[in-house]
């Protein structure tokens, strides 16, 4: 249900009255409520412990739930301290983080890791403004170790805060535009304000975005904040926040070839540029996208295919493992270097790569059946 019978159909002419702080505090309390209720257990949960709050936050922020949930320990276990990533190698810490994408993530935190060691002793402050002058802690990522971490009340705003608080304002600009994200910014401040627990009602604010009042068919019935919701009483929810027309992501295919030497290791170049990012990479056909194609002259047959996606593109890999002879000319620079598939964890890699071997090994296996 995404609004009141009632109302079906009607657009409200109610006008806009600010909310007075008893409103504030009802709002933040009944988030409060429903968090501790409701909350999932991740395991940063468990201590709060601030480094994992720090890490967890980064990865959340543009990484699937359910695979920061499931990349988390690894990686907290490969570095427990902040000390242990200002140790670590930034080669080691984007290895580390080889899967999640948008990579310059990893090499801020180690940035701003060697930055608390420096200048903070390898503790984190408890303070807003002294966490944002850490490299790579915008105005969300303070927000979110200040409260979820020290308990400060630190607002936060990200896609889900904007559209819980789009619907409940009825705010009337579009998704992204810097309109609604400064009158979001302001509602977060006057509800954190309010709270009596900063760390639960941010986190609930949160996880209400997240599984109640979602993008699509948002599950009003469950939420505990229909009182208050302006789009919900003006049966306008679907409305907010307001949508801009985006563009499609555009589809492209590009040959990928799998060289494979007489002892089973394979091909690889270390790219350079914005969007090879110092990773091993396939070497690759076509220019659409990954500049310096290889050119050569046998490819063989199209083995299977793997999909990728980045930005607005959706790629299709053709994969193709070329016979011993092929001739290839590739004017590319970075580094060509022969590894085993074993030992594609110790670098960097985009998740295509290890799909595109993944592949290959099962096919083998398969062929080795016959
Ligand atoms: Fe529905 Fe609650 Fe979202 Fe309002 S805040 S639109 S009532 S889910």
Known sequence: MTGRPEAKGQRSKQTRVSRGSDQWRAIASL??????????????????????????EVMAQQTRMDVVVARFPELVARF??????????????????????????????????????SRFGGELPAAVEALRSIPGVGRYTAGSIGSIAFGLPAAIVDGNVARVVARLDMIDAPLKSGALEKRAWELAEALVGAARRPRDF???????????????????????????????????????????????????????????????????????????????????????????????????????????????????????????????????PGEWLWLAPEELASHAHPSYVRKALQLIAALRATEGRR
């Not at 988030?31 to 967890?56: D, G, I, T």
Request: aromatic residues 8%; contains cysteine; hydrophobic residues 40%.
């Open 80 to 117: 427990p301290t902040i000390e242990s990533m200002a140790r670590a190698s930034e080669a080691d810490v984007v290895a580390a983080w080889s899967g999640l994408g948008y990579y310059r993530r990893a090499r801020m935190l180690h940035r701003g890791a060697c930055e608390v060691m």
């Open 202 to 332: 941010n986190q609930g604010l949160m996880e209400l975005g997240a599984r109640v009042c979602t993008p699509q068919n948002p599950a009003c019935d469950g939420c505990p904040l229909t009182a208050y919701c302006r789009a919900f009483e003006a049966n306008r929810v679907e409305e907010f926040p307001v949508r801009v027309a985006t563009k499609r992501p555009v589809d492209v295919a590009i040959p990928l070839y799998v060289f494979t030497d007489k002892s089973g290791r394979v091909l690889f170049r270390r790219g350079e540029g914005k969007l090879m990012h110092d990773m091993l990479h396939l070497p690759h056909g076509s220019d659409a996208l990954y500049p310096h194609p290889l050119k050569i002259s046998k490819p063989g047959p199209v083995v299977g295919t793997v999909k990728h996606s980045i930005t607005s593109r959706r790629i299709t890999f053709e994969v193709h493992c070329p016979a011993p002879g092929a001739k290839a000319v590739a004017d590319a």
């Open 31 to 56: 988030v409060e409520r429903w968090f501790r209720a409701n909350k999932r257990p991740l395991p940063w949960r468990e201590a709060y412990e601030p480094w994992h709050v720090w890490v967890s």
